[in-house]
């Protein structure tokens, strides 16, 4: 049995070029399917608080379904399933493109939508319902309000769980290796097939992983920082 020898990834130039391409294919997995889940979750959010009792128990529906599938399920219904009922001609458009990595972003982004709506409807509960009055009252539309008076306050509140989410929406990127996407885990899994340097090339992913969770929390706290006086005060 082989020693430990850690030296064997990190001075294999290919090996590196592998984890660095699973890094940039994850943070684009992670960046692309944050950015549909946030845009989708404040159209869910305009929804839940519209006066539309019909709106309102669509969007519980729709939380409901992506909060109790696991993910992991998810992603594969859309790829082994939906993507194989497109018509043909948006299946090749599909491939050429990294369908993998296109699924992965629709398939976490909509069901991290799920969960981002539910923290800022948390935190837009915690402002007074005062404020959507006195704001009615000033001339402003629904809409308005929303976008600058309510909203604001509510993002600023929910800021500690959207944090939390985003850190397991990244980690959840992981779960793109089972429909092929070429992210970190794919690499490591890659790698551990040509080199057999199996604890080696876990602990190295391990590690990155943990690098880049904690990343984002600091960036999370330093923006919890800059939009909450009381913390920036104590600084």
Request: hydrophobic content about 55%.
């Given at each position: 049995m082989s020693g430990f020898d850690l030296s064997a990834i990190l001075s294999n130039q290919e090996y590196i070029a592998m984890l660095v391409h699973g890094i940039e294919m994850t943070f684009i997995i992670f960046v692309g399917?944050?950015?549909?889940?946030?845009?989708?979750?404040?159209?869910?959010?305009?929804?839940?608080?519209?006066?539309?009792?019909?709106?309102?128990r669509l969007v519980a529906a729709y939380v409901s379904y992506h909060r109790n599938v696991p993910t992991l399920v998810q992603l594969m219904l859309w790829y082994f399933g939906i993507f194989t009922l497109l018509p043909s001609g948006l299946t090749g458009w599909l491939t050429d493109h990294n369908a993998e990595a296109i699924f992965a972003v629709v398939g976490l982004g909509l069901c991290q939508a799920a969960y981002f709506s539910e923290d800022l409807r948390s935190g837009l509960r915690s402002v007074s319902p005062g404020q959507m009055e006195a704001a009615k009252a000033l001339g402003h539309s629904y809409l308005s309000a929303m976008r600058f008076i309510i909203m604001p306050q509510g993002v600023?509140?929910?800021?500690?769980?959207?944090?939390?989410?985003?850190?397991?929406?990244?980690?959840?990127?992981?779960?793109?290796?089972?429909?092929?996407?070429?992210?970190?885990t794919h690499a490591v899994k890659e790698i551990e097939n040509l080199s057999f340097q199996t604890?080696?090339?876990?602990?190295?992913?391990?590690?990155?992983?943990?690098?880049f969770s904690l990343l984002i929390m600091g960036a999370g706290a330093y923006l919890s920082m800059r939009l909450d006086p009381a913390l920036r005060a104590r600084a």
């Open positions: 399917s944050w950015s549909l889940a946030m845009s989708l979750a404040l159209i869910l959010l305009c929804i839940r608080f519209s006066p539309s009792r019909f709106g309102d600023r509140n929910a800021l500690p769980p959207l944090i939390n989410h985003s850190v397991s929406l990244f980690k959840n990127s992981s779960l793109a290796l089972v429909i092929g996407a070429s992210e970190l604890f080696e090339i876990y602990l190295v992913g391990t590690v990155l992983y943990l690098f």
